[in-house]
């Protein structure tokens, strides 16, 4: 008896985690493809069968248990079922999901699907849709023009450039249809800016940042601030964040990568000086942070778009010899203007 129950058990939560979607429609290079195993849906995460996609953007699968095997003229890809780790051509992957069979088909996150196989997937979950882009289409057109960042939303594209054709754009992802649909904000752009640009709830929200220079006795200027702006997409207008929220997303950068040296030099009266008071101070187990290190702040938009008094960042970094990142996870909270870390770990 007490078999049965844990068997309903499992089955109850599976059924609490797992939405079967029967009328999800997936599009490859807007082509329609058809599915014999539909998308599955957890926790708001879209899983594709990889065999179809795969196919689809020109690679050939096969099943050699518990891995699947997916090649095509530029890499061979092993993916293993249970295993969040793949390997693309011997390199290590991380996916944020580990892969599962559902009715004999190996499914594999959409998000995976992107790392995995050069391309971007955009669940549309209001439209039951999932769009398939893959890179070479885009980001040959991209370097073509030659644009400072660029973000895929829905069935367009949206991009930043300067010079004679300066504006923001926006471009079917066909490479038809390019229209300048407002111009840039009124800031020092050039080409040492840095553009980061993301696509949340009808707006495409940018980051500007002038990257810092060398001077004349090789000492690296400090960092510039950070401008945040919205593109809403239903009026094509563009708008500043306030000086307090730039100012907020602006602290939280800055304490983020001084807690990251820090933490990675093994500095633990730095660290301490980034903690609120009920957090226990520790640093990474051996001292790693030289000025070439590939540590980066991974940057979101939620920085500035949380209203809550509280947001989470992830540093990644490539430690010496792996070519895979590992993240540093840092939770903020603010106490009258003042951010502090109050909570923060290492992620595989």
Same mark, same amino acid.
């Not at 079922?81 to 999901?97: Q, R, S, V």
């Given at each position: ?7 309903a ?29 539909? &998308?599955?849906?957890? !926790? ?8 179809i %996609?795969?196919?689809? =953007? @020109?690679? *050939? #699968? ?36 580990? &892969?599962?069979i559902? !009715? ?8 995976? %699907?992107?790392?995995? =196989? @050069?391309? *971007? #997937? ?27 960042d660029y ?26 249809? @390019? ?19 993301a ?68 500095d ?22 030289t ?58």
């Amino acid at each position: 008896m007490k078999r049965y129950q844990l068997l309903a058990a499992a089955l109850i939560m599976m059924i609490g985690t797992t939405a079967y979607a029967q009328d999800i429609s997936v599009y490859v290079d807007n082509k329609n493809i058809a599915l014999e195993v539909q &998308p599955q849906i957890k !926790n708001d995460t879209a899983y594709l069968p990889v065999s179809i %996609i795969a196919g689809e =953007l @020109d690679a *050939d #699968v096969k099943w050699e248990d518990p891995n699947v095997i997916i090649t095509n003229d530029y890499y061979k890809i092993i993916c293993s079922i249970g295993n969040k780790t793949a390997y693309k051509n011997g390199i290590p992957i991380l996916l944020p999901e580990a &892969p599962f069979i559902y !009715n004999n088909r190996t499914f594999i996150s959409s998000l995976g %699907i992107s790392k995995l =196989l @050069d391309c *971007d #997937v955009d669940y549309q979950k209001a439209d039951n849709k999932i769009a398939i882009i893959k890179h070479d289409i885009i980001e040959q057109k991209m370097k073509k023009l030659g644009v400072m960042d660029y973000c895929v939303a829905g069935d367009w594209v949206y991009f930043v450039t300067l010079g004679d054709n300066e504006g923001i754009h926006k471009m079917a992802l066909d490479g038809t249809q @390019d229209t300048i649909i407002c111009g840039l904000p009124e800031i020092d752009i050039s080409g040492s800016t840095s553009v980061s640009s993301a696509f949340r709830n009808d707006c495409i929200i940018f980051k500007f940042q002038q990257m810092s220079q060398y001077d004349e006795n090789g000492v690296l200027e400090s960092p510039y601030p950070s401008y945040y702006y919205k593109l809403n997409l239903l009026n094509n207008t563009m708008t500043a964040f306030s000086d307090k929220q730039n100012s907020d997303a602006n602290q939280i950068e800055d304490i983020a990568e001084k807690f990251a040296q820090a933490y990675f030099s093994k500095d633990l009266t730095g660290v301490s000086a980034y903690l609120d008071d009920g957090t226990e101070p520790e640093t990474y187990a051996e001292n790693i942070w030289t000025d070439s290190s590939d540590f980066r702040l991974k940057w979101t938009p939620e920085i500035i778009l949380s209203s809550e008094n509280a947001i989470s960042v992830q540093i990644e970094f490539a430690l010496p010899g792996n070519d895979s990142y590992d993240y540093l996870d840092l939770s903020f909270s603010s106490n009258s203007g003042q951010w502090k870390i109050n909570s923060f770990g290492l992620e595989k």
